[in-house]
């Protein structure tokens, strides 16, 4: 048995989790609502946030947990990738914790974390089988990877330039709707007609996505619009963000399905913090059913950034005796 504390700071999201194996005992987290009013993450707010969060954080996690500090076994941390000053605060918080209890640090990949949130035990939930096809959509990556084992990953497409969510948060700031812009545009999708307004989406060969002209579609179909009507995007608020949800959740499908297709996998899995979008979830759905698949769509408190994920990545890395160096340095990349 092992119990492993979790913490992810790669971003804007301070988080701490504890796990007992592969049992979620607790996962707080501590979103910084700074970065609002400039419409984006600024660096250097977020690793302050995050310096002033990470000992309540952790301190929450542990409590929650009912598991004292002495009975941990290994610290955990996302090394990469995100934004240096965030990661350096989770890495040397998490570092020193480690060291001052003799225990062994794990280091986690980000976005293997988003893809490994599907194995955290949750009742009633089941766990893909390996080989499964998943679609990692985030703000920053949007990948179709093919998972032959926890930690073989092949990348059978992904983004040529705008990530998914980087995509849907553009659009949402071209309506001055705020920030971050996907689950605002979810939700006033929800009142809208998806079939209002056409987008069009490119052709990019194979299995890889782009999605800058998508945004640039939308921002010059609105140009011309609020020329002859000044109030366009008021009037139309909810239709616009059905209509660019549908184009570019379709976009997303489209190609996943065709990749589930030519590798003849049976399970397809949804993660990152797109995959939180009701028009993706019950896509994901959807192209299931047709196709007598098996879909696996995490729980919404895992598909945004979590430790809980680190926590189970973590896991499986301690079953295999894969241990960090006390040297390592974040990445960026
Ligand atoms: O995984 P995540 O929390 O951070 C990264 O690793 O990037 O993903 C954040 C992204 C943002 O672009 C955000 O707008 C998007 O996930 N997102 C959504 C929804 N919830 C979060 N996009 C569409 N619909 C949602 N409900
Ligand atoms: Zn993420």
Redesign the pocket.
Known sequence: MSNILAIES??D?TSAAVLRDDTLLSNVIASQKVHEQYGGVVPELASRAHQQNIVPVVDAALREAGIDKSELDAVAFTRGP?LLGSLLVGVSFAKSFAQGLGIPLIEVN?LQA?VLSHFIKTPGNPTPEFPFLCLL?????TQILLLRSHFEMEVLGQTIDD?A??A??KAAKIMDLGY????I??RLSKEGNPDAFRFATPNIAGYDYSFSGIKTSFLYFLRDRLAEDSDFIEKNKSDLCASI?KCIMEFLLKKFEKAALATKTRQIAIA???S???Y?RNGILRLAEKHHWRAFVPTLQF???NAAMVGIAAYHKYLLGEFADISLTPYTN
Do not use: F, K, R
């Open positions: 790669s971003c999201d995100g980000h988003h959509v985030s703000g920053g990556h990530a969510g980087e849907i948060d971050p812009g996907g689950p545009i979810d949800q990152g913090g797109v939180a979008n009701s993706l598909c945004t950034d």
